[in-house]
């Protein structure tokens, strides 16, 4: 079987044969690539539309999207909660500081005490209690900023002291 169109070509005929089959066999398994990538596709959009249909799917996103914008306005409210929360914190009195000791050389047991109690700003009082023979005297101590316009005892300036850096020692630890 001669053909005159296979000698006018210039070369043998199986080389373009095998050529052919070469792409052939290329093409297959191309084919064969996109077929399996088709059936995974295939069965992740099949899991994914299990009983649904457009409506529905429209639906769920749609209640999705109400549930996104409910956390939200949830989460709007809650910052500003926090907000108010540090702001009524910050004039909260979170620094305490107490120092007991004998007020007299007759009454022992320290049963007096100078207690400190300050807010964020070092704002808050100093509350001394003398005990004495015949009996307790409580006298408070206003503190505005760290500072206290009556003059304070030691016990007291121990109190105030130990308030504040028991509270940077404890923020600074955690």
Known sequence: MQSSILNNLGFDPGILIIIVLVFLVFILLYLSSVSIKMSRFMKRYKIFMRGKDGVSLERAFESNFIEVDRIGEQN?????????????????????????????????????????MLDMNNTGFVMNAIHSKEGCYTYIKEIVKGESYIVLGQEEKDALRQAVISYENQNSDG
Request: glycine share 8%.
């Open 76 to 116: 709007k409210i809650q910052a500003q909660e926090i907000a108010r929360l540090r702001e009524q914190m910050s004039r909260t009195p979170v620094k305490t500081g107490i120092v007991k000791y004998d007020a007299f050389p007759d009454v022992g047991g320290r049963m007096s005490f100078a207690l400190a």
